[in-house]
Nanobody, 116 residues
Framework: QVQLVESGGGLVQADGSLRLSCAAS????????MDWYRQAPGKQRELVAG??????TYAEYVKGRFTISRDNAKNTVYLQMNSLKPEDTAVYYC???????????WGQGTQVTVSL
């Protein structure tokens, strides 16, 4: 069973930075396609950043501010968030799916709160 554990969330002032981490276990890390989603209260869960066959993809509202990266030696994916805005406030979720197969997995989420 694949398990994903997020960390790094917290309270930060507008224009501040946070780095989220997602540690994966239960399968070879190279078998996983990783993404970051977020969900604000009363809102739909939305894709924030992810890896594609050709590189990375970002939601329009985070381009130039967020960066997704992957450290295979640590079985961890990161989301570096700079120039944070109050509208970035949400629970951020790590997501993964196997490169071969249709099963997908979610972490427990980590709260990010951006104050004025």
């Amino acid at each position: 069973q694949v398990q994903l554990v997020e960390s790094g969330g917290g309270l930060v002032q507008a224009d501040g930075s946070l780095r989220l981490s997602c540690a994966a276990s239960g399968t070879l890390f190279s078998f996983l396609v990783m993404d970051w989603y977020r969900q604000a209260p009363g809102k739909q869960r939305e894709l924030v950043a992810g890896f594609t066959k050709g590189g990375t993809t970002y939601a329009e509202y985070v381009k130039g501010r967020f960066t997704i990266s992957r450290d295979n030696a640590k079985n961890t994916v990161y989301l570096q968030m700079n120039s944070l805005k109050p509208e970035d406030t949400a629970v951020y979720y790590c997501h993964a799916r196997l490169r071969v197969g249709v099963q997908d997995y979610w972490g427990q989420g980590t709260q990010v709160t951006v104050s004025l």
